[in-house]
């Protein structure tokens, strides 16, 4: 499942590597709005041994320009916990750049950490800058 657009898009998708590191499978797909609730899915995937486990978002990033009225802009989220193994690392680099420009996001944003994902960063992002909270 790609990446919809217009009125039955999903708020967010969650990509994951398959178990046999072959293909890049939708984990999950939500329209629920919260970014509190997205990020807790994406933060809290575990591997096998029950690690934080990598993976790749897209986020639907709404926010308002006051007099250049409300926006919205896609994100592409790298989510590589720092406790990954090399291997997975190396495996995650790989094909992000492959997945992003399938997926048609512009704008990308690398974690290894929450901080990385904390709501103002990823709104400063998605608005190129325009809005800081």
Same mark, same amino acid.
């Given at each position: ?5 217009g ?10 590597? $398959? !178990?046999? &590191?072959? @293909?890049?499978? +939708?984990?999950? =797909? ?36 006051? $007099? !250049?009225? &409300?926006? @919205?802009?896609? +994100?592409?989220? =790298? ?34 950490g ?5 709501w ?6 998605? =608005? ?6």
């Amino acid at each position: 499942m790609m990446y919809k657009r217009g009125a039955s898009k999903p708020a967010f998708v969650i990509y994951k590597i $398959s !178990d046999d &590191k072959a @293909s890049i499978l +939708v984990e999950e =797909s939500s329209t629920e709005k919260s970014y509190e609730s997205f990020l807790q899915r994406l933060t809290s995937s575990v591997d096998a041994d029950g690690k934080p486990a990598p993976r790749y978002a897209v986020y639907d990033v709404e926010y308002d320009l006051q $007099s !250049d009225g &409300k926006r @919205s802009a896609t +994100v592409f989220i =790298s989510w590589v916990p720092e406790e990954t193994s090399t291997k997975f690392r190396m495996l995650y680099a790989a094909t992000k750049e492959q997945l992003r420009r399938a997926l048609d996001v512009k704008v990308s944003i690398h974690a290894d950490g929450a901080s990385d994902l904390e709501w103002k960063t990823v709104l400063k992002e998605a =608005s190129g800058g325009r809005v800081i909270i």
